[in-house]
């Protein structure tokens, strides 16, 4: 069986529309026909070759997406043919059956544990989550990226009381996810901050109290105004090494948390004052939000279903999969929150 793929052959062009042929299943392993998937800042790194050398071309991309299992490899228990199903890049428990390898007309084309920049994959089954009755597929593609690494970065790793202060520097899609794991939380206040007007806006739909225009004023300035003493937690998602800094440099003495989401271009590095570190500050990473699919996507699924939280306006208009360039175009340049991307026509 064939399916299409958007393929990374070299990096810093764009993706190329090509049919491959799909491997038989091993062990731990699923089909998955996508129905929406996503695309981050990763795939950028990826695509525009910022990540260094990359020894897998040609190769898939894509970690966030949603689907249905048509089939399934021997040992297979998470999922079963006809399930709707969440993929991530974050791994649950199951098999870890490792990558793929497809034939591009007698060329190899690698794939990780999960790839979703096509109409069909092969996935690890610990890369898949079903899903609960009521979630909309277009949603769902945040469980893969989105809402666990922004989401879990607040309720995981920054663990905040009821009342504490919370900023978030970067209001793309993860940094919206992680203003709604503040909201959620009941964090108050919820300062969110950008160069941008129009995500800002979006990050007062999502609840955040105050926002700060960093192009127009100082944000340290201007968070020292809202919360004399720094804020409890500090979130950065914007994948520049300055921008860390200053999330370290806005928490609290003696108890503040600067958490650092985003993905810096390989070979930047980040200048700190260590005397922050003397002041009984704390400057955590994550690994996804250090989420755990099988206790937090539940979680993050009912918020969904229950409407606590209100994830449309996060998600693009469709794209078509002969697009996905110029979603991937757009994520880049800051015009769209979540690009969702439609694999199958119907
Ligand atoms: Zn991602």
Known sequence: MKTEAAVLVETGKPLELVSLEIPPLSRGQCLVEIAYSGACHTQILEARGRRGEDPWLPHCLG???SGIVLEVGDGVTRASPGDRVALSWIKANGIEAGGSTYDWNGKTVNAGAVTTFQRHTVVSENRVTVLPDGLEMTQAILLGCALPTGMGAVLNVGKPIEGEAVV?????GVGLCAV?????SNCNPVIAIDLLESKLEKARAFG????????????ITRIAEICPGGVDIAIEATGRPVVMAAALSAARSQGGRAVVIGNAPKGQTVTLDPLEFNQG???LGTWGGDAKPDRDFPLFASLMTEKKIDVEPLLSEPYRFDEINNALDDLEAGRIGRPLIKMKDS
């Open 63 to 65: 970690h966030e997406a």
């Open 168 to 172: 978030v520097f970067g209001t793309g």
């Open 180 to 184: 709604m794991g503040a909201v959620v």
């Open 208 to 219: 955040a109290t105050h926002t700060i225009d960093s192009s127009k004023e100082d944000a």
């Open 281 to 283: 500050k704390s400057l």
